[in-house]
Each structure stands twice: as C-alpha cells, then as structure tokens.
C-alpha cells in the first residue's frame, strides 16, 4: 500500500473488520420504519450501546491525531493537572447532570428542547447557530482524515485524475466520505450506533495489541530519556516545570475542566446518543460506565505519541529518524507538519500484523465519527432550521427524504471546506475557536433551562448572541490578524504589545472560548432576572407528576409530588431506578475515581513541600498512567465487549415489536411535544392549521 509495507496478515486485520462493519450496517435498514428510529435508534439502547459506541464516536480520528499533537508537545507533564476535574466529573456522572433532565424532556435534539422551553423562534436561531459551528467545526475531518493515510501509508504528496493533478489526500477523503455517507443513508442512528458499537467492541482488542507492541519496542528508560530532555519550563514530565508552555499548558487544562461543565451534552457532533436510551436511567448508567470505556485506547494513543518522540528525538534512532527529520523541515506549514508528524513516525517502527492493526484502527475510528458527525450536522438542519422555517409538519417519508439531502449537503460542503481551507493552528484550538460560536452561549441556556424555572426567552436569546459574537470575533482575528494589526498602527495605534504579537493574534482559541462563556453567563442571569414575569412549569417539560409517562409513552397516574429525602443516596442521584447491581456500580465509580484522586492529591501536595526530581515522575506516569492503566483496559475490554454484544441482542429484539409513533418527529406545539398531546401526524397538522405555537 503505496511506501507502507504490508504483509497479507496486515491486509487480513485491516479488511476483515470493515467488511464485518459493511456489512452489518446494511443489515440494519431493514429496522427503520420511522423518523424516530432514524433520529434516536428508536430509543431502544441499552447503558452499553450507547457507552461503547458514544465513546467511540467521541474519539475518532481527528481526535487521536489531536491527541497526538498534544502529547508531542507537553507530554505527561500538562495532563496531570485534568485529574483536578474529578470530583466535579464524578457528581456529574453520578446525578446524570444535564443528560437526566434532556431524556425526560423526550427531545430528539437539543434545539428541540429549546423551543420547548423558549419559543420557535429561538429554536431556529439556535439551530442556525449550532449547524453553523458545528458544520464549520466538521469541515477540517475529512482533510486530517486523508492527510493521515497519505502520511502513515507512504503514498504521494500528488496524483493525476484524468490530467488533473490533484493532492492526495482529496481522493482519499472522497473515498471514505463515500463510505460513510452511505452508511448514514442506509439507516440514520440506528445504523450508525449499530455499527459505532461494533466498531468499538472490535477494535478493543487491536489497542491491547498495538500498545503491548509499542512497549515491546521502546523500552521506558529510552522513552524517559527523550521526554527528560527538554529545556526548563517546558517538562513533559514534571507538572511544576511546565509554564513556559504555551498554548498546551495548565491554563488550557483548566478552561478545558470548566468548559466541561459548562457546556455539558451542549456539542450535538454525537446528538444521536443523548436521545437514543431507553428510559433516563439507562442514559445515566450509559455515561457512568463511560468512566472506564476508553482505558486501553487512551494508553495505546499516549504510548505511540511518545514512542513518536522518542524516535524523533532519542540519540539511539537519530540515523533512522533523519530523512524523516529532513521530510518535515521541508514543509511549509507547521500546523499540517505537527499532523503528520506522529503518523509518518508510526509507519517506520510498527512491526508486521501491528501496522495493519493500527490502520484499521484508524479506519474504524475515522467511519465512527463521519458517519456520527453526518447524521447530528444533516439532522439538526432539518430539525431546527427547516421544520420550523417550514411552519408544519412533514410526513414520513418527506421527513426521511429531508434529512438524507441535508446529510449529503454537510458532506459535500465538509469534502470541499477541507480540500480548500488552509489550516493555520493545532486541531484542538481550532475545535475551540470554532466551538465557541455556538458553544459559548449554549452552557448558559442548557443548565438555565433544565434547572431554573426563572430562565426567560430574553436571557436565552441575550446570552446565545454575545457568547457567538465574541467568539466570532476571534474567529476573524485569528485569520486576518495581520491586516487588523496592519490598519491598527495606520491609525497610531502601533506600541510595544502590537510589534511583540505582530505574527499572531495573541490570544488563542482555548481563551476566546473561555471570554465568551464568562460573558454569557453574566449576560443570561442578568437579563433572565430582568424579564422573568411567571415561573416556567418544570414538570410539564420533564414528564413529571402528573406528566409522567412509562418508556412506551403511555401515561402514569399522578404522582407522589412530596419531594425525596436529602439522604446522601438521593444527592448523588440514586433513587428508585437503582438495582442493586447498579447500586453497586454506582459504589465503585465513586471508590475507583476518589482512590486516584486521593492518589494524585497526595503526590500534588508532596511535591508543594518537597518536589520530586524529574525522574520520580517519569516512572509515576509508567506506573500509573501506563502500566496500571493498561491492565485495567485488558479488564474493561472484555467486560464491555460482553455488555455491548448482550444489547445489541436485546436492542433488535425489541426492535421487531416497537410500537412507532406518527408525531414523534420532533415537532412542539405550545411548549409541549407533539406526541404528548396528539395521537398521530394528522391530528398535528391539523392543529397547526388552526393554532400557532407562540
């Protein structure tokens, strides 16, 4: 395959599973009978569909090229201060924050929910908002996508299509865009999280297999050596010694641990997966399993960052590692050089059966994400944008028809923007920069609607703007800063900061984000506080009281409106839904993350009073990030591997007897989805013709 050497047992790994994966996708169509299987999956899937390949879809593999980037640059040594975030990660899972409420809500999209609780009006402003970010966000995939198979399999910078000579990458990406595109067409959510589930209990087994080969070929004293060998301020190693990094450094951990929370389940890149359990509970177990689901892949990701490093830098590979070195140097663009770096370092040590392996790998976590990203992008146009632009209700077979056009809209526009967009800055600031436009108002109008009953449309519409004004605005001088600077010192303006940050805009992605949220959180509080006239019925919205419905949509008698207990159970979100095996579950989330906290605020506060010397923390990062890790990722594989094929089993079992719903496609009438109110879509549009949702 082009300059990769690949033996028939390379060919035999990388094949066989996306055939497998091809082929069950195809299977799968015949289980779509409705725009609600199309959009959730039916609503059917168990806590480990919706953990294995949430988690999955989540990675992909602009993400482990991320990654990449990341470790390269500040190794172990910045990662270390993101363990301060679990505490915060820890009520969250346990409560099910934010995902508890949007489930009960039976929202099919976030934007469905925010015209449930402000309006139509804000409905389609947000989803213009979030499709725009979002679409934007998604248009580099493809590009990171096809530059690393051009990179890790050795082929050409240029190809000749029929006289046109054309970047590698391009068709590359066209291939697999084409495969991916297909797949979503085939069956929507419901084939994607079929085959994302599949994708992840396969290629569990290949990360045990590449990591253990990686360790295999670079001993950790050879690895230590690389990562200590590095200027003062700048550690990969030592967590005290690193604030002389930028961009990847403490202060970009910790927007990164208050944006996580900030803007919880806000990202609708997965949408699918919010909605797609079978009862809230499940959702909440779905993402507390999570808290073990990516053990081995985060291993095998760090080991081949540094085993990367290592060759590049380490004085033992330095003749092996030169034409490599001068490769790089000749390129022209530093951001799409620290892309392929890692890759091209990969191809040249991975033995035989472990190349293959990892391609695969690749390939799977690729397919994962487009054909996740298509489906959330084409759906919440049509959702959110076009259904209430249109001002009624689509049939089913306009709804369906609608969305496959708009998921081959985002594709083709995802094929071009990454053909033609010059890339300037790393993957993650990019995702920040990008992110923001939408996510830095989002937070604010998510939380403020699940939890406050005094959140108003004025505060919504208030806080949306200004987080995306900010942020656009870092967006333009990001790319245009050398004009902006240029007419600046026209003006008079030039001064001693404008000459030092002449090059760059000097404020990056992670911060504008940061600038963003503060302002809308301060913008929603106060203009809700302003306009608030009457209290928002909460339980209405959330199907509670005497709203409650069973999973199969059917109404519950009134319920027990006392509010429970304040035991410690009811406060991190243990309540009647709880088996006892989930009670355990819950219990060993709770000891396993506060052990390593405990661990690492012991080893923190040590090195306050007495710091360690720099190779204490290299082999405290083999042990614990690596060693222990990688065991715990052996367990986990298989005991996810059993969970996520047991429902599977039992998601197309209940799947031949589901009871489909005509109006449950996403529609709202007066704050109050269709099919809580109505019996079928012709009731609906009926409805629509006499009344107006306000």
């Known amino acids: 395959m082009g300059g990769l050497p690949m033996h028939w047992l390379d ?48 990675m992909g593999l602009i993400t482990a090229v991320g990654t990449f980037e990341f470790m390269y640059h500040s190794g172990f040594a910045v990662s270390h201060w993101g363990q301060i975030a679990t505490p915060i990660m ?26 449930l609780r402000y309006g139509r009006r804000f409905r389609l402003f947000a989803g213009v908002l979030t499709s725009l970010a979002g679409i934007l966000n998604y248009g580099i995939f493809p590009a990171v996508a096809g530059r690393f198979f051009v990179a890790y399999c050795g082929l050409p910078e240029t190809i000749t299509v029929g006289g046109l000579v054309l970047p590698t990458f391009v068709p590359v990406m066209f291939v697999f865009l084409s495969i991916a595109l297909v797949m979503v067409l085939v069956g929507g959510q419901l084939t994607t999280m079929v085959t994302d589930c599949v994708q992840g209990i396969i290629s569990y087994g290949l990360y045990l297999v590449v990591a253990i080969a990686v360790i295999c070929l670079f001993s950790w004293g050879q690895m230590s050596e690389a990562l200590l060998d ?37 990202w609708q890149g997965n949408s699918g997966y919010n909605c797609a359990a079978e009862s809230p509970h499940e959702a909440k177990m779905g993402k507390m399993l999570g808290t073990w689901r990516a053990g081995a892949m985060s291993v095998m990701f760090m080991l081949l960052a540094i085993a990367a490093y ?36 990969i191809a040249r040590f991975l033995p035989m059966g472990v190349t293959g392996a990892f391609l695969a790998i690749m390939i799977l976590l690729m397919i994962s994400t487009d054909t996740t990203y298509l489906h959330s992008w084409g759906s919440i146009l049509v959702q959110d944008v076009v259904m209430p632009m249109r001002g009624q209700p ?88 050398d004009n902006v600077i240029g007419v600046l010192q026209n003006l008079g303006m030039a001064n001693a900061w404008m000459i030092a940050h002449q090059a760059d805009f000097p404020i990056n992605g992670q911060w504008m984000w940061m600038i963003a949220m503060l302002s809308a959180i301060v913008v929603f509080v106060v203009v809700s506080w302003m306009t608030c006239r009457e209290d928002f019925d909460m339980d209405r919205m959330l199907h509670r009281g005497q709203y409650a419905r069973d999973v199969t949509g059917k109404n519950l008698p009134a319920l027990d409106l006392e509010k429970p207990p304040r035991t410690w159970r009811a406060l991190v979100g243990v309540d009647a839904s ?6 355990w579950l ?29 190779e204490w923390w290299a082999w405290y990062f083999w042990y614990q990030g690596i060693v222990f890790a990688l065991m715990v990722g052996a367990i986990t594989s298989v005991w996810f591997s059993w969970g996520g094929t047991r429902d599977l089993l039992r998601m197309f079992a209940k799947l031949k007897t589901l009871k489909r719903h005509s109006a449950d496609d996403g529609w709202v009438i ?19 013709q006499d009344t107006h949702s306000p």
Do not use: C
């Not at 709880?578 to 009670?583: S, V, Y």
């Open 11 to 58: 060919w035999l790994i990388l094949v066989l599973p996306i055939v497998v994966v091809v082929v069950i996708a195809a299977r799968t169509r015949r289980y779509v009978k409705s725009v609600s299987d199309f959009m959730t999956g039916g609503r059917v899937a168990g806590r480990y569909i919706v953990a294995v390949s949430d988690g999955i879809a989540a």
């Open 90 to 115: 820890l009520v969250i899972t346990l409560t099910g924050f934010v995902i508890y409420r949007f489930r009960e809500t039976r929202a099919m999209t976030l934007a469905q929910f925010f015209e």
């Open 230 to 266: 590095r200027p003062a301020g700048q550690s990969m190693l030592n967590p005290f010694d690193t604030f002389e990094l930028t961009d990847f450094n403490i202060w970009y951990i910790m927007i990164g641990v208050f944006g996580g929370v900030y803007t919880l389940m806000a």
């Open 310 to 345: 290592t060759y590049l830098n380490h004085p033992d590979f330095a003749a092996e590692a030169a034409p490599l070195h001068a490769q790089l140097d000749a390129m022209d663009n530093d951001a799409l050089a620290g892309q392929v770096r890692v890759p091209m370092a």
């Open 394 to 481: 689509m049939s089913p077979t306009q709804h369906l028809k609608a969305l496959r056009w708009s998921i081959v809209g985002v594709t083709v526009f995802a094929f071009l923007f990454s053909w033609r967009y010059h890339q300037t800055t790393q993957i993650f600031m990019f995702f920040a920069l990008t992110g923001s436009i939408y996510l830095g108002g989002a937070g604010s109008v998510i939380i403020g609607g699940l939890y406050w009953k005094k959140a108003t449309n004025a505060g919504a519409w208030a806080s949306m703007i200004t987080g995306s004004v900010v942020a656009a605005t870092g967006f333009f001088l990001e790319h245009f800063w």
């Open 578 to 583: 709880f088996t006892r095996g989930d009670k």
């Open 586 to 614: 819950a219990g060993f989330v709770v000891a396993w993350s506060m052990f390593f906290f405990g661990l690492w605020a012991v080893v923190t506060i040590w090195n306050v009073i007495s710091p360690w010397p720099n």
């Open 670 to 688: 007066g704050h109050t989805n269709a099919d809580d109110i109505v019996d079928d879509l012709a009731q609906v549009q009926r409805l629509e």
